[in-house]
């Protein structure tokens, strides 16, 4: 026999207890430890706990198909499907500026494929830059752990050269990019970073 | 005999055509004509296809509970609920400055109730306010098709002040807001109203 609510409802596991993920695109790490995607919801709790600056995750983009209103309940979603993203993941405001950015994490030791990005997210950050937003990528290595920030303009660089070479070699991320202080409160310091690269007074990342 | 694809998977319609809808808050327009938000869609899709500025609606936030993996065909959804935004819908980046507003409808004549208006809402434009971002809200009243733009500031100390009054009398909005220009391309011209508030030099509401 289903155990029931005293209202009648069949009793189902909780939303967050069941939550189900969305699949990761290959060379995605996932599914030990905190993800990167996690590391950077808390860092942005935190900077907002202290008033550092408000940014935030864009909910997962779904088309809608089918919609259930059960009496007494809250509407259930019974047919939906994934969407592709039409811009990066996280955007919001840091000292006056608007800041946008993807993070992509790689198991992969010398180098980050650019498969991880996709088109769109890489016409945004052109449009982005255009613009005067702040725009970049966070990138870790999952074997090291290490954390770096990549502006755009290099990202689109070697996005526009695939011809060349399908990945960005860890030493040319090293060179043109910023090592991301980790810890544990923030996991993942990038506002530290966006001082030292684009708020030092010559604003050398700001052309 | 159901009508099946040459993979073997049935037809069904597809996600585009059968597109389901949140249900809308009362006192809300839909359902004739463009609703607001398409209007808004069509002005930033405009914005960037012209080179004006980068603003993007967020996806609805849904929280996941069930997902099917069905062979040769894409994930399907298939329990999953709609969760309280804890954002205003829109935000992006205009002249280098972040912007970041609600847009809502009202079909009162008179008056824009609150209650179309989250907390969490409110306490985002606190938020966004406090580091410098512009943020704003588009009211629409539906009989006269007049909008306008209220900053954020405004909106903020009538919700904190609802014991004394649950609306904004459309008098006040008018003192106190701007009026947008609506047309053809865009549809509702906000950015010309953002340059003669925000941009004018003297930045009036940039205090």
Same mark, same amino acid.
């Given at each position: 026999? =289903?155990?029931? &609510? =005293?209202?009648?409802?069949?009793?189902?596991?909780?939303?967050?207890?069941?939550?189900?993920?969305?699949p990761? =695109?290959?060379?995605?790490?996932?599914?030990?430890?905190?993800?990167?995607?996690?590391?950077? $919801?808390?860092?942005?709790?935190?900077?907002?706990?202290?008033q @550092?600056a408000?940014?935030?995750?864009?909910?997962?983009?779904? /088309?809608?198909?089918?919609? $259930? &209103?059960?009496?007494?309940?809250?509407?259930?979603?019974?047919?939906?499907? %994934?969407? /592709? +993203?039409?811009?990066?993941?996280?955007?919001?405001?840091?000292r006056?500026?608007? *800041?946008? %950015?993807?993070?992509?994490?790689?198991?992969?030791k010398?180098?980050? =494929?650019?498969k991880?990005i996709?088109?769109?997210?890489?016409?945004?950050?052109?449009?982005?830059s255009?613009?005067?937003?702040?725009?970049?990528?966070?990138?870790?290595?999952?074997?090291? +752990?290490?954390?770096?920030?990549l502006?755009a303009? #290099?990202? *689109?660089?070697?996005?526009?050269?695939? $011809?060349?070479?399908?990945? *960005?070699?860890?030493?040319? *991320?090293?060179?043109?990019?910023?090592?991301?202080?980790?810890?544990? #409160?923030?996991?993942?310091?990038?506002? @530290?970073?966006?001082?030292?690269? &684009?708020?030092?007074?010559?604003a050398?990342?700001?052309?």
């Amino acid at each position: 026999m =289903p155990i029931r &609510y =005293p209202n009648g409802q069949p009793y189902s596991r909780s939303p967050k207890q069941g939550q189900a993920k969305k699949p990761l =695109p290959a060379d995605t790490y996932s599914g030990r430890g905190m993800t990167l995607e996690q590391d950077i $919801d808390e860092a942005n709790l935190y900077y907002l706990s202290q008033q @550092r600056a408000v940014v935030h995750k864009k909910p997962t983009p779904v /088309q809608i198909v089918k919609v $259930d &209103y059960p009496k007494r309940s809250a509407a259930v979603i019974r047919e939906a499907y %994934f969407k /592709q +993203a039409s811009t990066t993941d996280y955007n919001g405001v840091y000292r006056g500026a608007y *800041i946008d %950015f993807e993070a992509k994490e790689t198991k992969n030791k010398t180098s980050f =494929p650019l498969k991880n990005i996709h088109p769109h997210q890489v016409d945004h950050m052109r449009e982005v830059s255009k613009h005067g937003g702040i725009c970049f990528v966070l990138i870790r290595f999952f074997q090291s +752990a290490e954390v770096f920030l990549l502006d755009a303009k #290099h990202l *689109i660089d070697y996005y526009d050269n695939q $011809d060349v070479r399908k990945s *960005i070699k860890k030493t040319e *991320i090293e060179r043109l990019g910023h090592q991301v202080k980790t810890g544990l #409160h923030p996991p993942i310091d990038y506002l @530290r970073t966006l001082d030292a690269v &684009y708020f030092n007074g010559d604003a050398k990342e700001r052309t």
